[in-house]
């Protein structure tokens, strides 16, 4: 079946360090991958998306490249603040889009301290 | 920025009570969902409606749960019987069409006791 495997948290970084959260995926065709945020009190917000192989994504200083060979789609970001403090979600959608069912990791507690 | 509201944000239950949970997707959008989340497990998709009917429904979503649009504007999510298992946090979310960001509400929190 289609499903989405992302490592357990929570992770927890001091201010300014590299953040990575892996994500790798399975999925029976090409997928369009997302990466979705969750800050405290908050819905799910849509963080950056990959619709095709070797796109990247990025926002707000997050990036992920689409790695259909290694069916991966990690989640990066230079330097995190304790704004960035969330539970992170990596997701897939199957083509057709039509309507757009979710697949969704686990979530990934990131904690930033200062 | 338009936003999903869902209400109640926390609502505790007894076992075999109905509950239904409200929603209130952004305007202009034409489908809807519903996703839950069981505490530290993955968020897995119930429902989609499209057209006042239902496009996909999980294996999740059985004669107990029922979704319904009844004003043009509320989106709700109504469990008839509830279950100790059906404690979650439930997402309600909206898309303007099809290959468009899906944007979601804060979540109703629901204990069945």
């Known amino acids: 079946g289609n499903s989405v495997t992302q490592m357990e948290g929570p992770v927890t970084l001091s201010e300014e360090a590299f953040l990575t959260i892996n994500c790798t995926y399975t999925a029976t065709g090409y997928p369009s991958l997302f990466w979705y945020v969750q800050y405290p009190g908050e819905g799910l917000q849509l963080l950056l998306k990959a619709t095709k192989a070797d796109d990247k994504g990025s926002n707000k200083g997050f990036e992920a490249t689409y790695r259909k060979e290694t069916t991966s789609f990690h989640l990066e970001k230079g330097s995190v603040q304790v704004s960035d403090s969330a539970v992170y979600f990596c997701a897939l959608i199957l083509p057709p889009l039509g309507f757009q069912k979710l697949v969704f990791g686990t979530g990934t507690r990131l904690l930033v301290s200062p | 920025e338009p936003e999903v509201t869902q209400t109640p944000s926390h609502q505790v239950t007894q076992m075999g009570q109905e509950v239904i949970l409200r929603c209130v997707p952004i305007?202009?959008?034409?489908?809807f969902y519903w996703y839950r989340q069981i505490l530290g497990q993955k968020v897995e998709f119930l429902v989609s409606f499209y057209n006042n009917e239902i496009s996909e429904k999980s294996e999740i979503f059985d004669d107990q749960f029922s979704v319904e649009r009844p004003d043009g504007s509320n989106f709700t999510l109504k469990i008839r019987s509830t279950k100790l298992e059906d404690s979650a946090m439930y997402f309600c979310a909206s898309t303007e069409s099809e290959g468009n960001t899906i944007y979601f509400g804060e979540g109703s929190w629901l204990t069945v006791v």
């Open positions: 305007s202009n959008h034409l489908y």
